[in-house]
C-alpha cells in the first residue's frame, strides 16, 4: 500500500506557505474537521495527532479508567487494545467470525459483566459484524458504551450510514496506508455534545477554551497542524473516485483468483464496503510471499493473534483469530494499480499453487 498524491497536494502546500502560514493547528483543520464531520454525515468531529490517540482520548470521554475492563476483538490492529492500557484499564479480548474478521456477538455477551466499561468494536477492512446492531443494541441496553474503531473503514457503510457513526464515539485513521492520508492522523466523531466537550478539552490540555490558560480537566496536547489538514482536504475531495477504484481493485482480484481452490475469498458486500486492503487466506503463506517477492510482488501477512504475542502473552484459545492471523495475507491495494498490474499478481498467484 502507498499513499496517492498529485499536483493538488502540492500547489495548496505552496500556497498555504507562501500565505503566511504558521503550520500549526488553525482554520485549515477545521475546515478539514467540519469536512470529515459532513462526510460521515456526524454531528460534531475532532481531528487529532493520529489514530491510537483518537482512541485512547475516546476512552477518556467515556470514563474509561483503572478497575474498568473494555472488550476488543483479538484481530485488530495492537493499537486498539494498547489504547485500552494506555487509559488504565483492562483489555478483554474476544474471538471473532470468520464471516466477517470481526467481532463474533454471541462471544462477546459471555464476557459482559459488572466490570465491562465500553466494547471497542473493529470493523476490519470496511466490513461490520453479521449481527452489527444486535452489538448496538445490546451495548444501548445495558449502558455498555461503544466506540467503534473504524481506522480501516472510511469511505464504507451499512445501509447508507457511515461505519462509525452507529456508537458512542467513531475513531478513524488517517496513516499512510489508509485510502487517504495526512501522513499520521485522527478523527473522532459523535453525535453526542457531552461527549464532544468532552474530547474537545481533552486534546487540548483540558483547557476551558482553546487559546486560554483556565484548566477544567486533565488534558494534553493531542491537537493537528493545518498543514497536514491542506494534505487532508485535498485527498477528502478524492474520496468518490478512490471508494470507487478500491470496490473496482477488490472485484477484480476477486474474479481472478475464485476459481483457485487454493485461496479463500473473504465475503464482502461491495454495495457497503470499500476495502482497505484486498484480503486473502491461503495455505503455504510463507511460500507464496517469498514467491512473489521473487516478481516483485510485495505483500504482507495480517495480525497476529494479539492475545499470544510477549506483550499480552494470554494463556486462551481463540480459534479463529489464531485461525485468520496463521492463513491472512494482503495483496497490494494502492489506487494507482491499473487492472493490468492485478492481473499480473494473480497470474503468479495461481502459477505458484499450480
Known sequence: MEPSFD???????????????????????????EMVRDYTKSKFCSIVSNGTVSLYIALMACGVRKGDEVIVPDYTMIASPNAIVLAGAKPVFCDIE?????LDFELFKKLV??????????????????KYMDIVNF????????????AQSFG?????????TFGDIGSYSFSAPKIITTGQGGALVTDNPELYEKIRKIRDFGRENPGNDHYLTLGWNF????????????????MKFRVKRKKEIYKLYTKLLRNNNKIELIPTNLEDTSPWFNDILVEKRTELIEFLKMS?????????????TPVYNIRKEFPITEMVARKGLWLPSSVKLTDEDIAYICSKINEFYK
Open 7 to 33: 499536483e493538488n497536494e502540492t500547489n495548496q502546500l505552496i500556497k498555504y506557505m507562501r500565505g503566511g502560514g504558521w503550520v500549526t493547528e488553525f482554520k485549515k483543520t477545521q475546515e478539514f474537521s
Open 98 to 102: 470468520k464471516a466477517t474478521l470481526c
Open 113 to 130: 459483566n459488572p466490570k465491562t466499561k465500553a466494547v471497542m468494536l473493529v470493523t476490519v477492512n470496511g466490513r461490520y459484524p453479521t
Open 139 to 150: 451495548c444501548k441496553e445495558n449502558k455498555i458504551f461503544l466506540i467503534e474503531d473504524a
Open 156 to 164: 464504507s457503510f451499512y445501509k447508507k450510514k457511515h461505519l462509525g
Open 223 to 238: 491537537k493537528f497542524t493545518d498543514l497536514q489538514a491542506v494534505i487532508g482536504i485535498e485527498q477528502l475531495k478524492k
Open 296 to 308: 516483485n510482488i510485495g505483500t504482507r501477512e495480517f495480525y497476529p493473534a494479539l492475545h499470544s
